[in-house]
């Protein structure tokens, strides 16, 4: 008969919004083992599994510390209460936890205080006023009723009592089916999965009823709030539209954000997040959840598993409004699972945007067609073990569907077409022949476009190339100085003659429009977030082993024009001595987001 070995949860902390899948191991009659389920549509040997969800209700009513979820909080910060603080926020579990959160918490204090002085009322940040209520639960497009992904079986939401205890407990069903994902009303709660062969033709329980107790349920953590700074020194936040755009016809939105594949995400490497922080169904609603809080118009991700963007992303943004474009690795060189080949994922507003073209960039085609023409025929092994890395380029061309307020009655009809290139370059630092080999490449093949057509250009991505790198100038300052220290390492002598190393797109990062000279509440706050020598962010990405930049937006400036930018993060934004991955931000780099207007020019 049908029999029940094992049943466990793969984390015992659930979060509201992420689902829990249980791992049940049956033993089939015929004595093999599987994980397979046998739902009643389709019983085996007349026995299928039936599983029920509870929510145990105590009639004590509990809050949760706002540092570290798992916790029971013991104190609350009054403060937080008269500034109309998210109640959620206030709670800590111990003085020792307020004392040591209390140089991040005393921002919350200082943005809430200088909102009210400044506007009468709390501004609404670009990313952040989607995660938390007055009330405290979470207030999130996951958890509502209306949700297809929460319907959590066939029990209603809101069932009546179905088991009550004598210790003062009330057991709610709220869910039917093997999966649950926690709801708002379930936080600071203990759920209880019951796992039984049935019998199906009597309906009963045909052996005994497999249970487990999760830990009280916590709310999703919200990170601090990020907002679009105008870099043209007008004190004033971007108008935002009803659905969270910038209200201007005449602007777009890009961001650019490595996720963190699934695949590189061990706790071998990130061994201070949390387990359950750490685990993809916790971050991929995480990450949805930021990456839809942002708005922008085109969407550039890097570190896309191949599996997530079809399973996952790709359906998800498509609810939003998102058609998406994917190029992913060449090879999979650290398993062989092709699942979890990982790879650039480009979405854009299909009421905003129209595709033209997709041009794919493989670096590998390029590393054999250079090590033909270049390298010795007893050196091509050699060669090609050092150039073959898998990275790839995705390069689309849009059409805008709205309309260049500058410039255009004198164009009527023109079609504005954009180019954009999303990239993730090799990671290993010492490969930098390979680094900026791989930029250049790039760079030549948006030259190619560049020529062809009259056509605005944002290049985007993770360069794993820190500022004043030998790839970085090359992007920036459209060559590479012969001295430069990285042109040192070229056993290959690919990077010879130095003077090749040239592109002709007039390139400029994003973020050093924050150093453009003007006076703004923000602007000064985040200069002192950009390095001086640069002017680029102090850190994109930040980990135990390392702090620093590696992701960067260029646009052509000759045809773009900057119009505002995402806040960059520093210590105020990350609790003292945390890195990244952490509950609040779910992956080791930070988003960029800018904002651009296409500028009217004469054709070339």
């Known amino acids: 008969m049908l029999s029940v070995l094992r049943v466990h949860l793969p984390s015992d902390i659930p979060i509201v919004g992420c689902e829990l899948t249980p791992y049940v191991l049956l033993r089939r009659p015929d004595k093999t ?17 039936r599983y029920k969800w509870y929510r145990i209700q105590s009639d004590k009513k509990v809050a949760l510390c706002s540092i570290h979820p798992s916790e029971q909080a013991t104190l609350q910060c009054l403060g937080c209460v008269k500034a109309k603080i998210p109640v959620a926020k206030s709670y800590h579990c ?45 207030n999130t497009s996951f958890s509502s009723a209306s949700s297809p992904s929460l319907t959590n079986g066939s029990a209603p ?17 709220v869910g039917r089916s093997k999966t649950y994902t926690p709801t708002a009303d379930d936080i600071g709660h203990v759920l209880k999965f019951e796992c039984v062969v049935v019998d199906a033709e009597t309906k009963g329980p ?76 916790y971050r991929r609603q995480n990450l949805l ?5 942002y708005r922008a118009d085109i969407v550039c991700l890097q570190e896309v598993q ?43 507003r299909r009421d905003r945007f129209s595709h033209v073209k997709k041009y794919e960039v493989e670096f590998n085609k390029a590393a054999q067609s250079l ?26 061309v849009l059409e805008a569907k709205f309309t260049n307020q500058v410039g255009a009655a004198d164009n009527p009809g023109k079609r504005q077409l954009l180019c954009v290139a999303n990239t993730h370059v090799n990671v290993l630092q010492d490969l930098k022949d390979v680094k900026l080999w791989q930029v250049h490449t790039l760079l030549k093949g948006l030259e190619k476009i560049a020529a062809s057509a009259d056509i605005p250009m944002l290049v985007c991505g993770d360069f794993n190339s820190i500022p004043g790198s030998a790839p970085h100038a090359l ?11 990285d042109l040192a390492v070229d056993p290959l002598n690919i990077l010879r003659p130095h003077s090749k190393l040239i592109h002709q797109l007039p390139l400029v990062s994003a973020y050093s429009s924050f150093a453009r000279p003007g006076v703004g509440l923000g602007l000064d706050q985040q200069r002192r977030r950009l390095d001086p020598s640069t002017n680029e962010p102090l850190f994109t990405n930040c980990t135990r082993d390392f702090i620093g930049t590696l992701d960067y937006i260029f646009y052509t400036a000759d045809s773009l024009t900057v119009e505002s930018l995402l806040e960059l993060l520093d210590e105020e934004n990350l609790r003292k001595d945390t890195a990244l991955p952490s509950p609040e931000w779910s992956s080791d780099h930070i988003a960029l987001l800018a904002e651009f207007r296409c500028k009217s020019r004469p054709r070339r």
Not at 95 to 117: G, I
Not at 289 to 293: A, F, M, S
Not at 371 to 396: E, F, Y
Not at 478 to 485: A, F, N, S, Y
Request: net charge negative; proline share 7%.
């Open 33 to 49: 083992v599987t994980t397979d389920d046998v739902p009643e549509s389709a019983p085996l040997d007349g026995h299928f599994l």
């Open 94 to 138: 111990s003085p020792k936890c307020f004392s040591d959160a209390w140089q991040h918490h005393r921002v919350l204090h200082d943005r809430a205080a200088s909102a009210v002085n400044e506007n009468g009322n709390e501004e609404e940040e670009l990313f952040g006023r989607f995660n938390s209520s007055s009330s405290g639960s979470l």
């Open 157 to 173: 939401l809101y069932p009546a009592a179905v088991t009550r205890s004598s210790g003062g407990e009330t057991w709610f069903e």
């Open 206 to 281: 045909a052996g005994h009823v497999n249970t487990i107790l999760t830990s009280r349920v916590i709310p999703a953590p919200s990170p601090s709030p990020r907002r679009l700074v105008p870099v043209n020194g007008v004190d004033v936040m971007g108008h935002l539209e009803i659905d969270g755009r910038i209200s201007s016809s005449g602007t777009f939105t890009v961001l650019s954000y490595n996720i963190l594949s699934d695949t590189y995400a061990t706790s071998e490497l990130y061994s201070y997040c949390p387990s359950w922080a750490l685990s993809w169904p």
């Open 289 to 293: 959840r930021e990456i839809v809080g």
């Open 306 to 348: 191949s599996d997530h963007f079809d399973e996952f992303f790709a359906p998800e943004l498509d609810k939003h409004g998102y058609q998406a474009l994917y190029k992913r690795k060449t090879h999979e060189v650290y398993n062989g699972n092709p699942l979890t080949i990982d790879g650039c994922a480009t979405f854009f």
């Open 371 to 396: 090590t033909d023409a270049m390298i010795p025929s007893t050196q091509k092994k050699t060669a090609l073990s050092r150039l073959v890395k898998d990275n790839v380029a995705l390069i689309v």
């Open 475 to 485: 992007l920036a300052m459209g060559k590479v100085e012969p001295l430069h220290p």
